[in-house]
């Protein structure tokens, strides 16, 4: 079982950045795919982008042109970089592996909070 570990988070202003990370026990081309998700208190956990092992990228509409994700595989890291942050952007934030068909493996999330 792949093991996913995060770290980055942290309290920004609005307008601020922040850039998470994502450090796997294997390979990040073992996957299909990797990403971030985020959940708010009381919500359903959305994606927030996604990156394939042939490096096309996904974003969520809520943060395309704000965020970016990208990737290291010689650390097999996967970052998300958080541009011009919102206060509707906190949440916990989640990192997340495709090895066949769906996000199976997941860490244990970095909380992000940004104060209006």
């Known amino acids: 079982q792949v093991q996913l570990v995060e770290s980055g988070g942290g309290l920004a202003q609005a307008g601020g950045s922040l850039r998470l990370s994502c450090a796997a026990s294997?390979?990040?081309?073992?996957?299909?795919?990797m990403g971030w998700y985020r959940q708010a208190p009381g919500k359903q956990r959305d994606m927030v982008a996604t990156?394939?092992?042939?490096?096309?990228?996904n974003y969520a509409d809520s943060v395309k042109g704000r965020f970016t994700i990208s990737r290291d595989s010689a650390k097999n890291t996967v970052y998300l970089q958080m541009n011009s942050l919102k206060p509707e952007d906190t949440a916990v934030y989640y990192c997340?592996?495709?090895?066949?068909?769906?996000?199976?493996?997941w860490g244990q999330g970095t909380q992000v909070t940004v104060s209006s």
């Open positions: 997340t592996a495709n090895s066949g068909a769906v996000f199976d493996s």
């Open positions: 990156i394939t092992r042939f490096g096309s990228t």
């Open positions: 294997g390979s990040i081309f073992s996957f299909n795919a």
